[in-house]
Structure formats: C-alpha cells, structure tokens
C-alpha cells in the first residue's frame, strides 16, 4: 500500500500528503454511510488540493464483520494497526448483548487511552429543530472517556462477589446497602479530570471560545462529582493563569473578561435547564463520563438529532473519529440514512490534522445541499418541498456543492 504515516513529534501531528487512514466502516447501516462519507473526503480532497493531496484508506475490522472474519469482536492487529497509524475513522459499531465484549467503543477507549471524547454541536440552517432558536447552540462537549461507571467495575445481583463487597462496605464503612443488590463502582482521578480539562481549556484558548463550564453533580457525590469540579478549578489555576479566570472573579476584573477564557461549574441537572433555555451563554463544555454521554445526545436533539453529531476520542498522538448514532440495522443496505454524522467527524478529523481547508469544503457542501432542501429521508419528512435522495444521493449534493 502506498502512502505515509502521520506522525506525532513534541505535541503536534506532522501530516504527509498521502497519508495512510484506517477506517472500520460499521455494523449496520455503517457500509453505507461509509462509502458515502469516504466519495465526499476524498472529493473534497482533490478539489482544494488540486491534486495534490490524497488519503490513502486501509480498512481495519472490528465488530460483527471481525466476528465472522476471525471470532473476534476487536481483533487485536486492528489495535495494532491503530497504534501504528495513529489516526482512524469509523462507523458505528454493535454492542453484543449477553455476550462477548463489553461494549467495543467503550473497548477501544480504554485500551489506546483515549481519554477525551469530544461532541461538536452546531446548528445547520435549515435543518429541523424542535427548538425556536436552535441557531443559539455552539457547544463543544469534552467528556471523560475512561472512568466514572464506564470503567465497569460492577458485580451482579446475587453474586458471590457482590455479597463480599456488600458484607465488607457495612462492616467497615457502615454502608447500608440491601442484600441481593448489584454494586457499580465509580472510579475518578485527579489524573485523569485534570487531563480532560486542560485539553478541554487549551481548546478554548486556541479556538477563541469564551469559556469552559464545568458540568458535575458535586452537590450529592461530593468526592467523585464534587472533586471532578474542584479538579478543574485547580488546573485552570495551575496551567492556564494567566489565560483564565473563575467566573466568580470576574467582576473584579476592570474590563470583564479581559481576553481570558472564564471558567465555570454548574450542576448536571440544572445544565440540561440551560442548554435549553440560555444555550448562548455556554461555549465549551468538561464533564465526567456519564454525565457527558447524557449531554451531549439531549445537545444534539436541539440542533437535528444524532445524525448530524459529529465525535472523536482523543488522546495524546491518537484519535478515532466516530459516527456518534447507533446501527439502525434494519436500514442496512437500504442505501437510506443520513450520513452527516461520519462526515462531519471527518470535518473534525481534518481540522486536527491542519487540513482546514478541506473541512471548510465540506462543511460548504452540507450547508449548500441543506439550503437546495436535497435531504435524506429523515430531514425530508420534516422539511415541507425537500427531495428526498439516498444515502448515495446525499453525498452526490454535498459534492456538488463543495465549491
């Protein structure tokens, strides 16, 4: 295969003009919202480049296609081959149930330790929203990838080990918990907030972004939630002093904000009242795990629903970047479904590897076949005068419209 590696040297990517990108093209309806995401990058590719870029694709197998290929869900040479290449792509993936791996996006995180994930949420014109004001919504959700109840460390109702950890918590710790039950464990470091939230900062900053809300329940678990929340307060003060400032400092600051990014905290439930009723006062947004996967779904409901959410998991010198919805298996082959999702996060994949260029293409392509009302069926039904095209015809208008 030709092409190059991207390469990651003292915190940058170093970017080739042929670099080689694995993608796992999805379970579901993941082959064609593939095939219609990879004609739109390598389009949008050639027109801005004339030719003189390219990527060069390598598939690597995870989910139900790994299965009936080797018997496994996640074969560890698709790891592998991540690791080796730094930089991947896919579609979504199945989560077995009863059996095998956990979960497989879930997998995928732990094992490359991609710590943030990152959600976009943006509104196109013209694209149904149950909101009047949709338009008021950019938000860019970092949530953390690796802990909280995602790390799974649970034991089931009735089970031997959860009745050892129910007798030990009451005897040593004077818990109360009734016998019989399940026991989740929820894990946070200082380690691993502060981590996220530096990145999640040093995003502001270098984006222009006004500032970073701290979204937590600290108010009930005040030594996970309430620490995540305190953990962020302290590295906007260790790292980022001189480019930050707490929200309850800024009156004493002569000119507001001064340029620097304000940082704030707010309750997980109260977030979800203000996404909705002041989206326009929140720019970045750091938050634990769970509290993240919720958010960042009810942000996407606001501005069109998951098809048109973009994400990635991101680490230090690798990203997998991801269709955020799920299979729709019985839309499989059909040619139907809305392929923005994965196209967009190829937007994002673009724009972390310094290939704006090729991003704003894209992103001119969307807005133009949205404004011409040539949609997918789920856009379609919503948008009285729309034509309804394929999954194939959809990216046939976002090319058309690359400019």
Same mark, same amino acid.
């Given at each position: 295969m030709n092409g190059h590696l991207i390469e990651w040297r003292d915190g940058r990517w170093i970017v080739p003009d042929d670099p080689v990108i694995p993608f796992i093209e999805g379970d579901g309806t993941g082959p064609d919202i593939w095939r219609a995401a990879r004609r739109v990058f390598?389009?949008?590719?050639?027109?801005?480049?004339?030719?003189k870029r390219k990527v060069i694709w390598k598939e690597v197998l995870a989910g139900e296609k790994a299965y009936r290929e080797t018997g496994e869900w996640l074969p560890e040479s698709t790891l592998e081959e991540i690791q080796e290449h730094?930089?991947?792509?896919?579609g979504p993936l199945t989560t077995p149930v009863g059996t095998g791996i956990r979960s497989l996006n879930v997998a995928l995180r732990q094992k490359l330790d991609l710590y943030a994930c990152v959600r976009p949420v943006?509104?196109?014109?013209?694209?149904?929203?149950?909101?009047?004001?949709?338009?008021?919504?950019?938000?860019?959700?970092?949530?953390?990838?690796?802990?909280?109840?995602?790390a799974g460390i649970e034991f089931r109702a009735g089970s031997e080990a959860a009745e050892k950890l129910r007798t030990?918590?009451?005897?040593?710790?004077?818990?109360?918990?009734?016998?019989?039950?399940?026991?989740?464990?929820?894990?946070?470091?200082?380690f691993n907030s502060k981590r996220l939230v530096a990145r999640a900062i040093r995003y502001a900053i270098e984006?222009?972004?006004?500032?970073?809300?701290?979204?937590?329940? *600290?108010?009930?678990?005040?030594f996970t939630e309430g620490a995540f929340r305190d953990w962020g307060?302290?590295?906007?003060?260790?790292?980022?002093?001189?480019?930050?400032?707490?929200?309850?400092?800024?009156?004493?600051?002569?000119?507001?904000?001064?340029g620097r990014v304000v940082i704030k905290d707010r309750i997980a439930d109260s977030m979800f009242q203000q996404v909705l009723l002041r989206p326009d006062e929140y720019s970045v947004i750091a938050t634990p795990n769970l509290n993240g996967d919720y958010l960042s779904d009810a942000c996407a409901a606001q501005v069109g629903g998951l098809g048109m959410?973009? *994400?990635?998991?991101?680490?230090?010198?690798?990203?997998?970047?991801?269709?955020?919805?799920?299979?729709?298996?019985?839309?499989?082959?059909?040619?139907?479904?809305?392929?923005?999702?994965?196209?967009?996060?190829g937007v994002m994949m673009f724009q972390e590897?310094?290939?704006?260029?090729?991003?704003?293409?894209?992103?001119?392509?969307?807005e133009g076949a949205i404004a011409d009302r040539t949609v997918t069926y789920d856009l379609a039904r919503q948008m009285p005068g729309a034509t309804e095209v394929p999954t194939s015809g959809f990216a046939e208008a976002i090319i058309k419209h690359l400019l």
């Open positions: 390598d389009a949008a590719v050639e027109k801005v480049s004339g030719g730094r930089i991947a792509i896919k943006r509104y196109f014109r013209g694209v149904p929203s149950p909101m009047k004001e949709p338009h008021k919504l950019d938000v860019v959700i970092f949530r953390e990838n690796i802990e909280d109840v995602y030990f918590l009451e005897s040593s710790f004077g818990a109360k918990i009734r016998p019989q039950s399940a026991i989740g464990i929820k894990p946070m470091s200082a984006r222009g972004r006004p500032s970073v809300t701290l979204v937590h329940k *600290g108010n009930i678990m005040k307060y302290e590295v906007a003060r260790e790292q980022f002093a001189d480019r930050t400032v707490p929200e309850s400092e800024l009156a004493s600051l002569p000119a507001g904000a001064g959410a973009p *994400g990635a998991n991101m680490g230090d010198g690798y990203a997998v970047f991801e269709a955020t919805h799920g299979t729709a298996p019985k839309y499989a082959g059909q040619d139907k479904v809305n392929p923005s999702s994965v196209i967009l996060s590897l310094g290939w704006n260029d090729v991003a704003e293409a894209i992103i001119r392509g969307i």
